[in-house]
């Protein structure tokens, strides 16, 4: 059953694309040639994984979680004329603070990158006494101003919605802990300048009866416009006796106010199971940090980290997507609610 859902984002003809395979069971299918990213992709890095891609000039800039060989990871700008095949520079990102001077991260990962109005804005994993997020912004990509964190400590998995709601910047977080967190939703929060961050409400909780988003959740993707609500892809992790295992799961959130789930998926869209995903730095990670879109065609393209080793590429339209998460929808809690209790 297809259903005609819009997004209300940009055309992208040159959009990286493979149709469905055929006899395909499920929303979202794999690129055939991944991994896109392998392991020592430059000098002096061993892996570049859980990274975001954005539209720029005609062609497509990134900015990636690269682990050094020294085992820090830090973000490094990639360009790509076709936004599989990826040229990186060899110095991480040098960031500045509003006078201009260094202000660089102890460490920076899992980055996403969102335009919002004429500025794109990077928010990554930063070390702030402790896991917390970090927000950096820039025009050209050249000068990238570090602005304050959002948040006190502890707290991943941010992602900036693409637009202002009710004149405010929003901001999905997972709040944690410092270490690897075994718990975790997703809350929204606003700001009216990227300094004072309030109105935080609940949006998501993790999987009450369903094992494979159990432990936590976290947003992924920076959620996308549909006339059907803001299509949010995400990970979903669940504890196993041999460590955790993330998949990715999708939801539509309400338009005027995400804190609002009108509809999420009761099982992965995605789960780990080609090798470049079950084996690496740490097995079994499907992680998704970024999606591109057609409009005109309802394409959707999605980048994820793969085992904390690889970037891997997928694809699904917004019709297909928006028609299993409505038929494979299930109640988890208070969702349904605005999240303010
Ligand atoms: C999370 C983050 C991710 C990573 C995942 C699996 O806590 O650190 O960057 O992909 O663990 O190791």
Redesign the pocket.
């Known amino acids: 059953m297809m259903s005609n859902v819009t997004m209300l984002t940009e055309n992208l003809p040159n959009i990286p694309w493979q149709d469905k395979p055929e006899g395909y069971v499920g929303p979202v299918w794999r690129y055939s040639e991944n991994p896109i990213v392998n392991r020592n992709p430059i000098p002096g890095v061993a892996r570049i ?2 990274s975001a891609v954005v539209p720029y000039e005609g062609a497509f800039i990134g900015v990636f ?1 690269a682990e050094q060989n020294d085992g820090v ?1 830090h973000l490094y700008l990639g360009r790509s004329k076709d936004a599989i095949h990826w040229e990186f520079e060899t110095e991480k990102i040098k960031m500045v603070n509003e006078s201009g001077e260094p202000y660089m991260p102890r460490y920076a ?2 980055p996403r990158l969102v335009k919002v109005e004429d500025a794109y804005y990077i928010i990554w ?1 930063t070390d702030f006494y402790g896991a917390a997020l970090g927000l950096a912004k820039t025009t050209d990509f050249k000068t990238f101003v570090r602005l304050d964190n959002p948040f006190i400590p502890f707290n ?2 941010g992602v900036l919605f693409p637009r202002k709601i009710g004149g405010n910047f929003v901001l999905l977080s997972r709040p ?1 802990d410092s270490g ?2 075994p718990f975790g939703d997703i809350f929204v929060s606003e700001s009216p300048d990227l300094v004072y961050w309030g109105k935080h409400k609940h949006v998501m909780t993790k999987g009450y009866n369903q094992w494979w988003q159990s432990l936590k959740i ?1 947003g992924g993707a920076a959620p996308i416009e549909t006339s059907e609500g803001w299509l949010l892809f995400y ?1 979903g ?1 669940t504890g196993t006796c041999n460590g ?1 295992v ?1 998949s990715m799961g999708a939801a539509l959130l309400d338009i005027d106010n995400p804190s609002i789930v009108k509809y999420r998926t009761k099982d992965f869209i995605l789960t780990p199971e080609k090798w470049y995903e079950e084996t690496g ?2 097995q079994n ?1 499907v ?1 998704p940090c970024a999606a591109l879109t057609d409009a005109a065609s309802g394409k959707i393209a999605i980048y994820y ?1 793969a085992a ?1 080793s690889y970037v891997g590429l997928a694809f699904t339209t917004v019709d297909e997507i928006v028609t299993y998460i409505k038929e494979h929808h299930t109640e988890n809690g208070d969702d349904g609610t605005i999240g303010i209790i």
Do not use: A, I
């Open positions: 994984f859980n979680r990871p990962y899992d994993c991943r998995n944690s690897h967190t976290g990970h992790v955790y993330y730095f740490v990670v992680f980290g904390d």
